[in-house]
């Protein structure tokens, strides 16, 4: 049972994270990289979503924990640039391989997320178009460790000064809860998977995405001020206010198409066929006919 699940966490995990590099064996080493990008913050990458660590006076703050059992290997890496204890975790969102590694961490530390995500977290439904079927709840095996205790709606500020974190949700995109992490001193935003990479992203309408709603949440999140780097929860590099303003147009035009396709009485495989992605998105991948399919299932589904 156990080695099933893996074997399909695995499996989803290297759909889920395509550009980032090596498929993971289960007997590889948990290998963290680390990017400083400020004196007091880091993007640790691998095992799933790329995580931020952010030190404060108090403690240390991490946004996202990965795949199952990549929980501890981070918080190993964190020792190596700081020796204050993690206090807070912020997941962005729902997905496994950003929440997984919660449940490796003391019980002490406080758990905050986007209200949506707390009951996508109780939930953990498979995500649309890589997951079928009952997911485990890593949460429920651990009786409930590693759940958020506290959530915010629209937008949360923690701390104060060089300490600031501002929390943002502008509505459904990749999932129904994704949140937008600002370090408003150090002028850096987590934007998890609402772009992932420069890519067609996951619209997991199993919990709560959308494809109709995506371009106009992160456009409302490419307008927020004060910031001028953006941690993406899978591109190996940062990107800018300006790639996600691009990004969101690139979600407009993928969407507009698979809806004028649908007027047109086509289907989602007419989308595959003839979707290419146009020519002003300069280095953007070239799409897996897969998620193109399942993304314009989601728009299709939401398109009357
Ligand atoms: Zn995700």
């Known amino acids: 049972m156990r080695r099933v699940f893996m074997l399909g966490v695995l499996a989803a995990a290297g759909v889920l994270s395509l550009t980032v590099g090596a498929y993971q064996q289960p007997d590889a080493p948990k290998v963290v990289e680390v990017e400083k990008l400020k004196d007091n913050l880091f993007v640790m990458k691998g095992g799933g979503g790329n995580s931020a660590v952010f030190i404060t006076a108090d403690g240390v ?71 079928t079927g009952p997911q485990p709840n890593l949460f429920k095996q651990n009786g409930g460790k590693g759940m958020p205790k506290r959530t915010f709606k629209d937008k949360m500020t923690l701390g104060k000064g060089a300490d600031q974190i501002d929390l943002y949700y502008f509505g459904a995109a990749h999932t129904g809860g994704d949140a937008y992490v600002v370090f408003p001193s150090l002028r850096v935003m987590h934007v998890g998977d609402t772009m992932p990479t420069r890519d067609v992203p996951i619209m997991d309408k199993n919990n709560g995405g959308s494809a109709v709603a995506f371009s106009a949440t992160l456009a409302k999140a490419a307008a927020v001020g004060g910031v001028d780097t953006l941690i993406n929860g899978h591109n190996p590099t940062t990107t800018t206010p300006a790639d996600l303003k691009l990004y969101s147009e690139f979600i407009a035009d993928f969407v507009k198409f698979a809806q004028d396709a649908k007027k047109a009485g086509k289907s989602v495989d007419d989308v595959v066929a003839g979707w290419k992605v146009p020519a002003k998105y300069t280095g953007y991948a070239t799409p897996n006919p897969a998620r193109v399919k399942a993304d314009a299932q989601v728009a299709f589904d939401e398109t009357k």
């Open 61 to 131: 703050t991490v946004v996202d924990t990965k795949l199952p059992g990549w929980g501890q290997p981070l918080l190993d890496k964190i020792k190596t640039v700081t020796s204050k204890p993690v206090t807070r975790i912020i997941n962005t969102h729902t997905h496994f391989d950003h929440v997984s590694g919660n449940v490796e961490f003391p019980a002490t530390v406080e758990v905050i997320v986007q209200e949506n995500t707390k009951a996508l977290m109780d939930q953990m439904n498979p995500v649309y178009g890589i997951q």
